[in-house]
């Protein structure tokens, strides 16, 4: 069983025993920005980094959403190829800021 819920760690324990866990896409950009805050990043940087987490994920859901439905996984392949790599120039914005 694969589970997705928020990321609260007693509720993600119970689940324990399951193939995977992964926190819901409102989670996973709150969580984010929570560790923007603990790093002492400024506030305009966490908004700028939050808003792209939110916009390529919204982009990611859609796409899912709709090339599951057409059965395109040929597109969808791409999608999340692109999504990856999106995720990875995030992920360096945050680093040549110093955060890890």
């Known amino acids: ?3 997705v819920c928020d990321s609260d760690r007693e509720l993600n324990d119970s689940f324990e025993d ?4 992964q926190i819901c896409h409102f989670h996973a950009v709150k969580y984010v920005d929570y560790c ?10 966490r908004k700028k980094m ?3 987490l939110k916009s390529r ?7 899912v959403e709709k090339f599951w439905r057409d ?10 190829g692109w999504f990856r790599e999106e995720l990875d120039r995030w992920a360096e914005r945050a680093e040549e800021r110093g955060f890890e």
């Open 1 to 3: 069983m694969y589970v």
């Open 18 to 21: 399951s193939k995977g866990i």
């Open 36 to 45: 923007l805050w603990k790093e002492d990043a400024p506030k305009n940087f």
């Open 50 to 52: 939050v808003g792209i």
């Open 57 to 63: 994920l919204a982009t990611l859901r859609n796409s």
């Open 71 to 80: 059965e395109d996984t040929e597109r969808l392949e791409d999608r999340i």
